[in-house]
């Protein structure tokens, strides 16, 4: 799915405002038709935004099922002819979609974008109503999976996550229009032969005309360096300047539909030239040799939640240059597009990961303190969430294949591994992630309940992706142990001769908190625990890459295991440095 952009031949707006908004404690709004008119007893509430923490009261906080938007919109006259789409780059955990009295669109799954075609519903130079659902209820067929418990409080939301169950619009909502015969799609394959490159380009058309295409591609000065015509191509770049981490170069492909001497539709899509390529225990990107440095993250903030932020999308990143990242994980869900595009442009490196977490019910149901059914079963993980999973894979690779930045599919988070059901579940997975995209490896993060010897997902990915608290939540306190531990289990995961990447490591930390004798919480044993890790790290030569659990501390739901939620960054909520974040940056520096 293209992005919308400002052309010759397209146009947009952004739709980011204070709408309307109302609270559906009871489901009655679906029975009620509230899209026929104006939202009963609404207030305004930002777009975007989570609407969680807006309001001091518990009954938004704790809000459980349908919650609706609406806003009005004026469609620009000078759109008379043109195709015109409504797009939201995202609702959690899914919405339904009018314009005025008709439904336009319905959507499954809270992190991607989903569009309507509305060119039959609206009238140039008036006004439509737009009017969302939302809703924010997991179950065992969404992901991320939960349950709903109706207790003496009323309905609550008991996600199988550690982080805040934020929900709403939460990324741009857009009004654009192209031509009624447009690029549908461009998909692109990069590759480098020597001090050469090559485009392989497949663009997709619609609409009723019959047109030529005529692609071209223009260096970053704008200078033409290659060009062909046809749906489908390779261009060659001699003296090519690659896509680099460090070094975001990027290509601009132009993409025209012409009609004699008319250009009927145009769309421009940045390109980074790389590749990527697993060989024994080295994750290569441009043929060399690349070492992870960086962080699992969220998309968190106070007030905010998980509403996208221009601002606090160039600080965080401006704070990972600082300390020496040079990659993240989209921990547990896709980021929003401008994250992926800010990354392209700066050479920064991300693994891309679907929104599967808390795939794993023996886990989940000693946190709970509740007896679940097996996870990949038909009472709970069955061929329908299967199916959402599936759908989830597809939209984020249709989505992002062509970010350079992304170089790693990460297609579940802790899932039970140790099973036959799991690998009944999770082969399919990855079959149908390499048949998407056949140019990225693919891995899955694997838990310390299922080390090597038990797991069995592993084998399956191109990467062992391990997330490990020895010294934490095993070992707590004692780190010569936790040394020792953390060695032996990474020497045996090297004996199956992939790339290990270590996605997840770190301690909770209360800024602030000091001791003399380094103990647990304080930001002394957060700096001797990361240090112990990076010790084991060099010993092992298959370890390619280090992923700090966590960039920043991040709000998770109630919990006695959590005051003030998770405090594992090396940052604050805030962004304010604890004392690790300086070691760390030692480090990184060094290494870099």
């Not at 104006?38 to 704790?62: K, Q, W």
């Amino acid at each position: 799915m293209l992005r919308p952009q400002d052309g010759p031949t397209r146009e947009r707006r952004r739709l980011d405002a204070l709408w309307a908004f109302t609270l559906d404690p009871t489901d009655a709004g679906r029975s009620e038709g509230w899209w026929r008119g104006r939202l009963p007893d609404s207030r305004e509430v930002p777009v975007p935004a989570s609407f969680t923490d807006l309001f001091p009261e518990r009954s938004v906080r704790d809000h459980v099922g349908d919650v609706w938007y609406q806003t009005t919109v004026l469609v620009p006259r000078g759109w008379a002819g043109s195709r015109i789409v409504l797009r939201f780059d995202s609702a959690t955990h899914r919405a339904v979609v009018w314009v005025d009295d008709v439904e336009v669109v319905a959507h499954e799954g809270g992190f991607t974008p989903f569009e309507a075609d509305v060119t039959d519903h609206v009238r140039p130079g008036t006004s439509a109503r737009v009017t969302v659902v939302v809703d924010n209820r997991v179950s065992f067929q969404s992901l991320p999976p939960g349950l709903v418990d109706d207790g003496p409080q009323g309905r609550q939301v008991k996600p199988f996550h550690d982080f805040t169950n934020y929900a709403g619009l939460h990324r741009p909502v857009w009004l654009y229009c192209t031509p009624r015969t447009y690029v549908d799609d461009v998909t692109v394959v990069t590759g480098l032969e020597g001090t050469a490159g090559t485009v392989d380009y497949e663009v997709a058309l619609a609409g009723p005309d019959e047109v030529d295409v005529r692609v071209t591609l223009l260096d970053a000065e704008g200078v033409e360096v290659a060009q062909d015509t046809g749906a489908s191509g390779t261009l060659r770049v001699d003296d090519v300047r690659p896509w680099r981490p460090g070094e975001g170069y990027l290509y601009d492909l132009r993409v025209d539909l012409v009609s004699g001497d008319e250009v009927v539709d145009s769309y421009v899509l940045p390109v980074g030239v790389r590749t990527v390529r697993i060989k024994g225990t080295e994750f290569l990107i441009n043929g060399e040799p690349f070492y992870f440095r960086g962080f699992g993250k969220h998309e968190d903030a106070p007030v905010r939640g998980r509403g996208h932020d221009d601002v606090l999308m160039v600080h965080d990143f401006a704070l990972m240059d600082w300390i020496g990242a040079n990659s993240f994980r989209t921990s547990h869900y896709p980021y929003a597009e401008e994250v992926l595009e800010y990354a392209d442009r700066h050479g920064v490196v991300v693994i891309d990961e679907v929104a599967a977490v808390g795939q794993n019910f023996g886990m989940i149901g000693g946190f709970l303190q509740r007896q679940f059914p097996p996870t990949f079963s038909p009472d709970a993980l069955n061929d329908v969430s299967q199916e959402v999973h599936a759908q989830a894979i597809r939209e984020l690779v249709a989505r992002d294949k062509n970010h350079p930045s992304v170089v790693l599919w990460s297609i579940s988070n802790e899932p039970e591994s140790d099973t036959e059901a799991s690998v009944a579940y999770f082969e399919p997975l990855f079959a149908l992630t390499r048949e998407l995209d056949p140019t990225r490896p693919v891995g899955s993060a694997n838990m310390v309940g299922a080390p090597h010897g038990k797991d069995r997902l592993q084998a399956l990915g191109d990467v062992v992706m391990l997330n490990r608290y020895y010294g934490w939540a095993i070992n707590t306190g004692d780190l010569p142990a936790a040394e020792k531990a953390l060695q032996a289990e990474l020497e045996a995961w090297a004996t199956e001769g992939k790339p290990i990447l270590v996605s997840e490591y770190g301690a909770d930390t209360l800024a602030g908190l000091h001791s003399i004798l380094a103990e647990p919480w304080t930001e002394e044993f957060q700096v001797e625990m990361l240090e112990m890790y990076h010790r084991v790290f060099d010993r092992v030569s298959a370890v390619v890459g280090e992923h700090v659990w966590n960039f920043a501390d991040f709000s998770t739901p109630s919990s006695p295991f959590r005051v003030g939620g998770n405090r594992k960054g090396v940052f604050t909520r805030d962004r304010k440095p604890k004392a690790s974040a300086f070691a760390v940056r030692r480090r990184w520096q060094q290494l870099r």
